[in-house]
């Protein structure tokens, strides 16, 4: 794995999963290469200047906007029951 590389959980449908480890046998492929392959072919067509530009105004707003969140720490779990 290369020094760049983050990870990350995903949850994928059971069928998927299969289908995508089989595929990584036949292909001599790891399940992680064929998963950056997919979303590097999917990112390819999205304008990445326009993401980041997006992201940027989506964090200025946040940092903007006048919310108090009276010192509770969030766990990434808490956010999926908003």
């Known amino acids: 794995m290369s020094s760049h590389t983050k990870r990350a959980t995903i949850y994928l449908d059971a069928d998927l999963h299969k289908a995508l480890k089989v595929k990584a046998a036949e292909s001599s492929k790891s399940v992680s290469d064929l998963v950056n392959e997919a979303v590097r072919e999917s990112m ?3 304008n990445t200047e326009e993401a980041a530009s997006w992201l940027e105004a989506s964090f ?3 940092d903007e ?3 108090d969140s009276r010192g509770k720490k969030w766990k990434r779990e808490d956010l999926y029951d908003l």
């Open 65 to 67: 906007a006048d919310a």
């Open 44 to 46: 390819a067509e999205y």
């Open 60 to 62: 200025q707003l946040m």
